[in-house]
């Protein structure tokens, strides 16, 4: 594949490209609970992203799901919760909002276009504004 793909982030949003590719670890972090010391839910943001789709759809999804997440993780915290508790929900809440900058970030980059589909190839993740056909 072409090394020259232009990456999400890298170019002016007036003038999107034709194809671009989405490192999706770039823009919205992986949480996980292990890293905090704690065996409970969690939302994988590649999981998403394993198909093919449309990108915004899926950004959709995933914010909504971070967002479910982090409500749920602030039910559970209480006075007696141990501090990586708290700081694993802190993280949940950043990575939530960092899936709304991304979701702001692709319907911009989508443009005019009615989608924006998503299409691996050689393990990248690529991402190509697409009409309907008529």
């Known amino acids: 594949m072409d090394e020259s793909i232009p990456k999400l982030g890298t170019f002016t949003p007036g003038e999107p490209p ?23 839910e969690f939302v994988k943001p590649n999981d998403y992203f394993v198909t093919s789709g449309d990108a915004v759809a899926k950004t959709k999804a995933l914010e909504r799901d971070l967002w479910a997440l982090a409500a749920v993780l602030r039910r559970q915290l209480n006075s007696r919760s141990p501090a990586s508790f708290k700081r694993y929900e802190k993280a949940v809440w950043g990575a939530a909002g960092k899936a709304r900058a ?6 911009k980059a989508r443009g005019s276009a009615c ?4 299409d691996y190839d ?13």
């Not at 989405?22 to 996980?32: I, K």
């Not at 050689?122 to 008529?134: G, M, S, Y």
């Open 122 to 134: 050689d393990h990248r993740l690529l991402c190509i504004p697409k009409n309907p056909r008529r």
């Open 115 to 118: 989608f924006l589909e998503t």
């Open 102 to 107: 991304l979701l702001n970030r692709l319907i």
């Open 18 to 40: 034709v194809v671009f590719e989405l490192v999706l670890d770039d823009h919205v972090p992986f949480v996980n609970p292990s890293d905090f010391g704690l065996t409970c």
